[in-house]
């Protein structure tokens, strides 16, 4: 997490626009570059300014960070000459998972399957962008939007302190159960052996 915590650091101390501006590159860079844990500087953010008001502002800059990483990945890959070896790789994943279509987008917010998910959608035929984009947004609302709604309700019924001992629990059970939900997936569909 060495590039998060150069950003946190960077922006961070420029208030809340820094905080948005932080919250924004490492949703941008966690959809476009590198896995960040994008769930935890979410939360950090709201900590900062522990209002809906601010974490409706953090949500959309979630959502915008994430539509513009996918989009450039998805453009990059689009328009780079990618071997039809690749392309048969990446098929055959995706019709080995349950859900193949772009609902994987859903699941991929509790069991993260589709990695560089802006890659997947280029190289996936039968995708189309648009509906997968709306999967990714509709996710990415519905997963950020209730760590927001349970970050809200901590800092609403308890101590400062508490409601921040409490969020930042609330979000390693999300990160923990959502590696146990990955390694199910992947034990259930074969792609671990016993």
């Known amino acids: 997490m060495f590039i998060s915590d150069w950003i946190y650091g960077a922006f961070g101390p420029y208030g809340d626009i820094g905080m948005l501006l932080c919250v924004f590159l490492i ?5 476009f570059i590198f896995p960040t844990l994008p769930e935890l500087f979410f939360v950090i953010g709201f900590i900062y300014q522990p209002t809906l008001a601010f974490g409706l502002q953090l949500l959309a800059a979630a959502v915008i960070a994430e539509v513009i990483g996918f989009t450039t990945l998805y453009w990059v890959v689009e328009h780079i000459r990618v071997p039809q070896r ?12 349950i859900v193949n279509d772009e609902r994987i987008f ?8 589709i990695p560089f998910a802006g890659a997947f959608i280029s190289l996936i035929d039968e995708w189309k962008f648009s509906k997968a984009m709306f999967y990714i947004v ?35 059970i999300i990160i923990i159960a ?5 390694y199910i997936k992947k034990k259930r569909s074969g792609m671990i052996d016993d």
């Open 138 to 172: 509709i996710g990415c609302i519905l997963k950020y939007g209730m760590i927001m709604l349970m970050s809200n309700f901590f800092f609403e019924y308890f101590s400062s302190d508490d409601a921040t001992l409490y969020t930042l629990l609330f979000v390693f």
């Open 86 to 97: 690749i392309k048969n790789i990446a098929d055959k994943y995706i019709k080995f998972l």
């Open 27 to 31: 949703f941008l860079i966690d959809a």
């Open 106 to 113: 859903l699941i991929n917010r509790i069991a993260p399957m």
């Open 178 to 182: 959502s590696f146990i939900a990955t």
